[in-house]
C-alpha cells in the first residue's frame, strides 16, 4: 500500500489502513480525534509532506511536519513507518508508542540523553537510530531489523522476564 501512497487518494487509504490496524478492535475512543483528522483542510498536505519526508529517511523532519489534529504520536508514528518502508535500511522511521517507551526505559536508555536534546522530534529520530544500530550489530550473529527489536520492545511493554529463559 504504501508504494501505491503517491497521490491524495492513495496516501488517504494507506492512512485509514494504519488507523485500522492501530486502533484495533477496542479502541473506540479514537472515533473523534479520527474524524477531525480525516476532516481537516491541510490532511491532504501534510500527509504529502510526511510522507515524503520519511520515505527519504528523515524522522526528525517527518515527525515535525506532523501538525494534523486528533493523533499523537503512537498513532503517526504508524503512519510513519507505513510512509517510511521504501527508506533505505538504517534511516526508517520507527513506530513508538506507549509499551516501547516502556521498554526503553526499563532497559535504561534516555531518548533525551542519546538525542542531546529535549526536542521530540530529534528524540524520535535518536530512537529511530537506535534500533538502526542495534539491529546491526544483532545482525552480525543472526539477520535481525530495527523492525524485529520493535516488536519486541512493544512486546515486552516494560516486563522482559518472559523474555529470559
Same mark, same amino acid.
Given at each position: 500500500?504504501?508504494?501505491? +501512497?503517491?497521490?491524495?487518494?492513495?496516501?488517504?487509504?494507506?492512512?485509514?489502513?494504519?488507523?485500522? %490496524?492501530?486502533?484495533?478492535?477496542?479502541?473506540?475512543?479514537?472515533?473523534?480525534?479520527?474524524?477531525?483528522?480525516?476532516?481537516?483542510?491541510?490532511?491532504?498536505?501534510?500527509?504529502?509532506?510526511?510522507?515524503?519526508?520519511?520515505?527519504?529517511?528523515?524522522?526528525?523532519?517527518?515527525?515535525?511536519?506532523?501538525?494534523?489534529?486528533?493523533?499523537?504520536?503512537?498513532?503517526?508514528?504508524? %503512519?510513519?513507518?507505513?510512509?517510511?518502508?521504501?527508506?533505505?535500511?538504517?534511516?526508517?522511521?520507527?513506530?513508538?508508542?506507549?509499551?516501547?517507551?516502556?521498554?526503553?526505559?526499563?532497559?535504561?536508555?534516555?531518548?533525551?540523553?542519546?538525542?542531546?536534546?529535549?526536542?521530540?522530534?530529534?528524540?524520535?529520530?535518536?530512537?529511530?537510530?537506535?534500533?538502526?544500530? %542495534?539491529? +546491526?550489530?544483532?545482525?552480525?550473529? +543472526?539477520?535481525?531489523?530495527?523492525?524485529?527489536?520493535?516488536?519486541?520492545?512493544?512486546?515486552?511493554a516494560g516486563d522482559f522476564s518472559r523474555f529470559q529463559t
Amino acid at each position: 500500500m504504501a508504494a501505491a +501512497a503517491n497521490d491524495p487518494e492513495g496516501r488517504l487509504r494507506l492512512l485509514v489502513a494504519v488507523l485500522v %490496524w492501530g486502533m484495533g478492535k477496542r479502541n473506540a475512543r479514537m472515533k473523534p480525534g479520527i474524524i477531525k483528522l480525516l476532516n481537516d483542510g491541510c490532511r491532504d498536505e501534510l500527509l504529502e509532506v510526511t510522507a515524503a519526508e520519511a520515505g527519504a529517511g528523515r524522522p526528525a523532519a517527518a515527525y515535525r511536519a506532523w501538525s494534523l489534529p486528533g493523533l499523537g504520536p503512537p498513532f503517526f508514528t504508524k %503512519w510513519l513507518w507505513a510512509c517510511g518502508s521504501r527508506a533505505e535500511r538504517g534511516t526508517r522511521c520507527m513506530i513508538r508508542d506507549r509499551n516501547v517507551v516502556r521498554s526503553l526505559r526499563a532497559l535504561g536508555w534516555d531518548d533525551r540523553e542519546a538525542a542531546g536534546t529535549r526536542g521530540r522530534p530529534e528524540r524520535y529520530e535518536a530512537y529511530c537510530a537506535a534500533l538502526h544500530s %542495534w539491529a +546491526a550489530q544483532l545482525s552480525e550473529r +543472526a539477520p535481525t531489523s530495527a523492525e524485529d527489536l520493535e516488536f519486541v520492545l512493544f512486546s515486552a511493554a516494560g516486563d522482559f522476564s518472559r523474555f529470559q529463559t
